[in-house]
């Protein structure tokens, strides 16, 4: 089997690392930057600071703000307008997993003229966007460092998985100070996710010596430091860990790639407008007890290099402790169960059960599972989850 490993031509991590941002941009050439700010961030202290720099290296700015958490096409096609209408040759964008995505997709979208539904699936994209510099403020999706956008079609209400190696932006910059403003329950969100990235990177049937090691160093590093960083919001050690895990959470997946539970959560997100960390949390633990009989080797490896089982112990414990490991993690990160993030609504629940079923197998991402499962195990594994 071959296998391809992308990432950007730059990876800049560390403490107030945001500062080269203009020396960065005036490196690729850029002239006029369209900057794509969550707008959590639109009127912070830092992208003030950010500006300046900008205008002081003789960069033009423009800000974007308006697109949602994950974010519509119709949020691409508006920055897309503002990137042409200001004239812009650059992106720089600032935000977590939504920000990230609505700015490769800006980019590729001012430069592919349509519908934003032609890119759906893998490698669709003719035109390259422009460079585009990618700042991180969540530890979570690790779009910073993929080729992956997940763009909601308003017009089907399906989330689009977008891939192709023209997202991958041109410089990350991983400044984990951006993440110590998060609350509780996002920090545990988007810290399971970037669990969830390492754990399907490194059972998927499309991992690879490559990204192997690099998915076990983001699952060690959110073992030993999630808990720490939802607890006490200003650990430095345990912040600064969990940005680099979701880093190489998003550099695992994007050369390998994600699984069931990434599937399923995509069209649970879309029905119950559930936010993409809280939908793969609340499926995490039921999908793997599902998952590891398909993998018992691959899963129990991860459970050994967690240390939450001795070297010797069986594949079979070494899975069950492993499972049962991430339903305490849940419990602890006080993640709601998936009856109560869909305010307990059993019947739109149970209405909903085929089409999430069928979506889900549509995205591609369950059959690169352990056990591909029919549709009625799908239905099956949200039941459980409920
Ligand atoms: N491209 C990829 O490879 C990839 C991978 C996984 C998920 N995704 C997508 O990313 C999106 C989710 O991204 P996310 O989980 O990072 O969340 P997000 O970007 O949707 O942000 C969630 C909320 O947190 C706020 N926020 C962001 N940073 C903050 C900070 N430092 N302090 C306080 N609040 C902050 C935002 O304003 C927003 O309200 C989804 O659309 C998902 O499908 C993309
Ligand atoms: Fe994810």
Redesign the pocket.
């Known amino acids: 089997m071959t296998s391809r490993f992308d990432s950007p031509k730059a990876i800049i991590t560390g403490r107030g690392c945001r500062a080269q941002s203009a020396d960065l941009l005036a490196s690729l050439h850029a002239q006029r930057t369209l900057i794509v700010s969550?707008?959590?961030?639109a009127s912070s202290e830092f992208l003030g600071e950010m500006r300046t720099t900008l205008a002081a290296k003789g960069i033009a700015v423009e800000l974007f703000t308006e697109f949602q958490?994950?974010?519509t096409d119709q949020n691409v096609l508006a920055g897309a307008e503002r990137f042409s209408r200001f004239g812009a040759d650059s992106i720089l964008a600032i935000?977590?997993?939504?920000?990230?995505?609505v700015a490769?997709m800006v980019g590729v979208a001012a430069a592919n003229p349509g519908p934003v539904s032609q890119f759906q699936g893998y490698h669709r994209v003719s035109n390259p966007g422009p460079p585009l510099v990618a700042v991180?403020?969540?530890a979570?999706?690790?779009?910073e460092a993929?080729k992956?956008?997940?763009i909601t079609d308003t017009s089907r209400n399906v989330?689009m998985m977008i891939l192709d190696a023209k997202l991958m932006p041109t410089v990350a910059m991983v400044d984990y100070e951006?993440?110590?403003?998060?609350?509780k329950p996002?920090t545990a969100?988007?810290g399971v996710?970037a669990l969830t990235?390492g754990i399907e990177a490194y059972v998927s049937r499309k991992a690879n010596p490559l990204t192997d090691p690099v998915a076990l160093s983001c699952i060690t590093k959110i073992h030993e430091n999630l808990s720490a960083a939802w607890s006490d919001p200003g650990n430095e050690k345990a912040r600064e860990a969990m940005s680099l895990a979701a880093l190489q959470g998003?550099l695992a997946?994007?050369n390998s790639s994600v699984c069931l539970v990434h599937g399923m959560s995509?069209p649970l997100?879309v029905v119950f407008h559930l936010?993409?960390?809280l939908s793969n949390s609340v499926l995490l633990p039921t999908v793997t007890s599902f998952s590891w009989p398909g993998a018992a080797v691959r899963y129990a490896e991860i459970a050994r290099e967690m240390r939450i089982v001795a070297d010797k112990s069986s594949d079979e414990l070494a899975c069950e402790s492993l499972a049962e490991w991430l339903a305490r993690l849940n419990n602890d990160l006080q993640v709601p169960r998936l009856r109560e993030c869909c305010a307990g609504d059993v019947e739109k629940f149970r209405a909903s059960l085929h089409k999430m079923a069928s979506d889900a197998l549509e995205s591609g991402s369950p059959q690169n599972n352990p056990i591909v499962p029919a549709p009625d195990q799908i239905v099956e594994l949200f039941e459980l989850a409920w």
């Open positions: 969550d707008p959590f961030f958490p994950d974010p935000g977590g997993g939504s920000a990230l995505d490769k991180p403020t969540t979570g999706t690790g779009s993929t992956v956008a997940v989330k951006l993440t110590f403003s998060m609350p996002l969100h988007v996710d990235h998003g997946f994007t995509r997100g936010p993409h960390g």
